[in-house]
């Protein structure tokens, strides 16, 4: 059997500060599309059960790259440093292991992706259906972990010059101050004012902000009145905060729920959204907000797979994207019967591992990174 290059977190980590970001996202895309297009394979996941975690074996396949099989626990309790896990690389012609890459810092990564995907095709139709000048964007992320860090990371490459504040809410200060530290750097460079809110005391870490006065509740609802972008990367099983505060022209990356007993949001805002998502299928048995949309009215809102508007090569089909999301009304916040907000939602698919996984090991190859070893 010929040698296995072993890639540990921070042969990954070396990886992603030196890829360009623009090829993650061309290779999430072109993921997207063979999962759609139905050209890739995915054999139902196993579990194990612990006490204090949830083991995941999930193999997977692109028929035009190649095989893995990610192994991955899930934490019964938060973690802020992304899921342990490993991904096992097949040679596309042997099936030799050819790779084992550390799977911790990826599975953020590629779902950052797709929300990234989604939210540049929604303002890049918003920009051009106004035909004005770029605006200044707020941005507010609930969480503080490895999905909240990359989401502002990839977003922020793909809105360049127009997010300029983002808020960081968690229900305890300490660990989305930690993040804001983390990355107040990158986010100066950018002229970006970031700055962490707990929705449990209201406290903040923003230097100067409207509105000081009132419950944690009253500026939470200030905070969500005048996001443009809201993130929701929590695993909650009530919604985290009311559907009405949000403001018509407000998009939605929801990443956390993967259960039908969570919930990120209310049916409200639901009701008042046209939704793109990673996975028609698995997001009807596995999204909490739109299983419950779906037997309390018949309907979620849901009108298109990410995979549907883009090519084989990543690029964006404009003529595929559904018309409803050029004609989001927004007007009258009161009137319950018109979509005037838009929502990604993603579960997650395998195919986005296959994909993230073999772009990383190929440049670790190129960068002359990792352990090659025999087994």
Known sequence: MPPVRVLSLEHVAAVLKDIDIDDILTSQAQAFHAYSANETQTPQRSTLETPYHKTLI???????LTSTVKIVSVPKTDSKDGLPGVTIVLDNKTGEPRGLVNARLLTAVRTAAGSALATRVIFSNKEQQHKKKKQE???VVF???AQAKAHIQLLTHILPDQ???IVICNRTLPRARDLVQELTPECSAKSIDISAFSITTGESTASSRTGTGGSPQDRLKE???????????TNTTSPLFPGEWVQPGTHFNMVGSYTPQMHEVDQKLIARAWTLVDAKKECEHEAGEFILAKEQTGENGVLAELGEIFAEDGRFLKDALPKE????????IND???KDVTIFKSVGIAAQDV???ALVLDKAVAMGLGSVVDI
């Open 58 to 64: 999930m193999p997977s396949r692109i028929d035009t």
């Open 137 to 139: 964007l707020s941005l």
């Open 143 to 145: 969480g503080s972990g």
């Open 163 to 165: 997010i300029s504040r």
């Open 223 to 233: 905070i969500v009145q005048t996001a443009h972008i809201i993130c929701t990367c």
């Open 325 to 332: 999301f050029l004609e989001v009304d927004r007007g009258n």
């Open 336 to 338: 319950e019967k018109k």
């Open 355 to 357: 994909a993230i996984t």
